[in-house]
């Protein structure tokens, strides 16, 4: 069940992470720039799969706080997303 859950907050992640990425931030414009010579621009997505990745490794094998952690990480990160998209930082 844990795995589940973590690949569906995972969707969730990539989704808010490729719209905040998308947008006209400032925040995002100065993340393309630097990350545009590392895997041409793919490297925050590289970045958000090795930790995706490392979280359903963690819970498949038992660890019971890679739930957890994964869904307060989910939470920053739609916060921060929402800040971001809506302006409000």
């Avoid at 069940?1 to 925040?27: R, V, Y």
């Avoid at 630097?34 to 958000?48: K, V």
């Amino acid at each position: 069940m844990a795995i589940i859950l973590i690949f569906l907050c995972g969707i969730i992640n990539f989704a808010l992470h490729k719209a905040t990425m998308e947008s006209d931030h400032p925040m995002s414009v100065q993340m393309r720039g630097i990350f545009r010579h590392f895997m041409r621009g793919w490297g925050t997505y590289f970045l958000e799969y090795l930790i995706l990745l490392s979280a359903l490794s963690f819970a498949a094998l038992g660890y019971t706080i890679a739930l957890p952690a994964y869904i307060v990480y989910t939470g920053m990160n739609g916060v921060a997303g929402w800040a971001i998209l809506t302006g409000r930082f």
